[in-house]
């Protein structure tokens, strides 16, 4: 196995610790002699874990070194797999030993660990390539990369030949991506201790489409025509979506990247404390073949907070113009997202701050840099009765067990305990009557 693994040329930038690198050096020392067998058999238990820890993950099933050897394939950043991602496989040099690579893998993916097995006395590797994964719970899972490696990892054990071999994985490249971005919608940021950033994949994002939101059609008839704009890359506006809390707002923008996500959008969300990163991510996804909406959730400002000069830099007037495949999306209670109090009107009227005025407008005209700003507004009592109905009928209660009138009373018994005309509090009452019917 090492002689294969270092042979890897464009593929072969393997952290040392991975678990083919691992794997590859056990091998080793089990043929040359330079390690006890005691200490080798504990490493491969080791290593067996660290399968097992990324199976489950994942949920991968039958096969988990195939499925394992197909993720490090499409989690692969590299010049070519870049370039695949963009344009598919074109022809050239690169493909000779883009297509050695893929030799080595084939290898890989036919390894005979029994030889391993026999020295060590062990038989795990036998187990991991005749898999059955416990069922598992969408949301214990990413169930979109785990669809994806295992669906890839089926066709590639079908290869003849390093060319069929090629063929299924640039197609891979050219139809959903590579790395993080090609395999999750969502992300958050973090920062490392070097003051760089990183994306976190967010695995378990609500699946809520816009048809489940109930109501809101000229929004979101705005926010699909926006955003069906922007990942066919024509001219589309940064939006503002503002209102009433419990309206829907973040749930439209998390429908809208469910939505799009075959198409190529993907969501990135940022906190306010991490607007002074917003260059830094910028920069870093600027040149992918992605469309990303940087989302910013519940967005406002205090009168002493600063954080929104970062913000405006990066949406317009700053020295490097905002990338084409980014869009800001942001929710917010507020329509001028900072506060505006008394004293910034009086205090202007007598003088106390002569440039005030300007203060003011420096402030307010944030909003502004938003080309299109969608306002939600809290449902009145017929609105919220039929939200109410909708959703209690789609949560199982049927007509028999409660009419459209009981369910109506009902609910504004519930909404005057304090949760408002709203369509979280819809929500919620449905949640309560699953409950009580249980």
């Known amino acids: 196995m090492n002689q294969i693994v270092s042979n890897l040329l464009m593929y072969g930038q393997l952290p040392e610790d991975s678990i083919l690198r691992q794997l590859s050096d056990i091998c080793e020392k089990l043929k040359d002699g330079s390690e006890s067998r005691e200490s080798l058999r504990t490493r491969v238990f080791g290593q067996v874990k660290n399968l097992l820890t990324v199976a489950t993950d994942y949920a991968f099933d039958k096969n988990l070194w195939h499925n394992y050897l197909t993720f490090l394939l499409i989690t692969g950043e590299n010049p070519f797999s870049l370039v695949c991602e963009k344009t598919g496989a074109q022809e050239g040099t690169v493909n000779h030993f883009v297509k050695h690579d893929f030799e080595m893998f084939m290898e890989l993916f036919n390894y005979d660990f029994s030889w391993i097995e026999e020295a060590l006395s062990i038989d795990c ?23 994806k490696v295992r669906g890839l990892s089926e066709k590639l054990e079908t290869a003849k030949d390093p060319d069929e071999f090629f063929t299924y994985v640039t197609d891979f490249y050219r139809d959903f991506g590579v790395g993080m971005f090609g395999l999750n919608k969502a992300f958050r940021i973090a920062e490392n201790p070097d003051g760089s950033v990183r994306f976190l994949p967010i695995n378990n994002m609500d699946a809520v489409m816009l048809d489940d939101l109930i109501g809101y059609e000229l929004q979101k008839k705005k926010l699909i025509e926006n955003t069906k704009a922007f990942v066919e890359g024509q001219a589309a506006n940064n939006v503002l979506l503002f209102g009433d809390s419990g309206t829907g707002k973040s749930t439209s923008i998390k429908a809208i990247v469910n939505q799009f996500y075959p198409q190529g959008l993907r969501m990135i969300e940022i906190y306010k404390h991490q607007f002074k990163d917003l260059s830094a991510v910028i920069a870093k996804i ?33 020295v490097e113009t905002k990338p084409e495949n980014v869009l800001i999306y942001a929710t917010s209670n507020r329509r001028h997202l900072i506060r505006e109090t008394g004293s910034d009107r009086t205090d202007m009227e007598y003088g106390e701050d002569l440039h005030r005025s300007d203060t003011m407008e420096e402030k307010l005209s944030l909003v502004s840099r938003f080309g299109l700003t969608i306002f939600y507004a809290k449902p009145d009592k017929k609105g919220f009765n039929n939200m109410a109905v909708i959703l209690a009928r ?15 009373y009902e609910a504004n018994r519930f909404e005057m305990r304090g949760g408002g005309l709203s369509g979280r509090t819809a929500q919620q009452f449905a949640n309560y009557l699953l409950t009580i019917k249980r």
């Open 286 to 318: 600027k040149n992918r073949n992605y469309r990303f909406i940087i989302y910013m959730d519940d967005l406002s400002f205090e009168e002493f907070e600063t954080e929104y000069k970062f913000l405006k830099a990066v949406i317009e007037g700053g």
């Open 394 to 408: 789609r949560a199982g209660i049927t007509e028999e067990e409660m009419s459209d009138e009981e369910i109506c």
């Open 125 to 147: 590797f036998s187990w991991l390539t005749h898999y059955q994964a416990i069922r598992k719970k969408e949301l214990m899972y990413n169930k979109n990369v785990s669809e």
